[in-house]
């Protein structure tokens, strides 16, 4: 009897093998170059068309620094002073300080004007695949929602949902971009 066809063993051999290289990296090593070879499978990607046609008629290589492109944080969006938008890191849902600071801000008008409801729209930026974002989305409208339950407005008057990628608040393909559609709007209602 045959446990293990020769393909798949390959795979496997070539995966062990491999797998105690991935935490030889570490943060002060130098500058690593990266290299993108364009196929026609990259055609299908989330770049512009003529992003896309250009990649495809040449090998791109581009420095790895993270001076050049610094993270953006939820600050970012926050920077802009609308109290009703949360804004969130790369793949995160937690709230900043800033957050907090404004759905506090949120839960006591609630508990003032017991008439109105709220409803709390979780977003993403571009990059990722849809069912990631959605998902994504969701865990951010929630943990707004979540944090004004426990302040103590009454879950029935909140609504969350989240849109993914969807929704775009601003179009572009720079960090900037993505830091103002990573976020959560609440919106009220009467």
């Known amino acids: 009897m045959k446990l293990l066809n020769a393909p798949v063993y390959q795979i496997l051999f ?10 030889c ?35 791109v290589t581009n420095s790895v620094e993270r001076e050049r492109a610094p993270a953006l944080t939820p600050d970012d969006i926050e920077a802009d002073n609308d109290p009703m938008k949360i804004g969130f890191e790369t793949a995160r849902w937690n709230l900043s300080a800033v957050a907090l600071e404004r759905i506090k801000d949120v839960a006591e008008k609630m508990k003032d004007d017991v008439s109105i409801t709220l409803k709390i729209d979780g977003h993403c930026d571009e990059r990722g695949s849809d069912g990631y974002n959605q998902e994504l989305s969701v865990k951010r409208a929630e943990s707004v929602r979540k944090e004004l339950v426990r302040l103590g407005v009454p879950n029935k008057r909140l609504k969350s949902k989240g849109y993914g990628s969807k929704r775009q608040l601003e179009e572009g393909h720079s960090e900037k971009v993505y830091s103002h559609n990573r976020r959560a709007e609440m919106i009220f209602r009467k």
């Open 25 to 59: 990296i570490s943060d002060d090593q130098q500058t690593a170059q990266e290299t993108f070879i364009a196929t026609k499978q990259d055609q299908d990607s989330s770049l512009p068309p003529e992003a896309t046609s250009d990649l495809a008629a040449e090998s």
């Open 14 to 23: 070539t995966a062990l093998t491999l797998l105690p290289l991935g935490g």
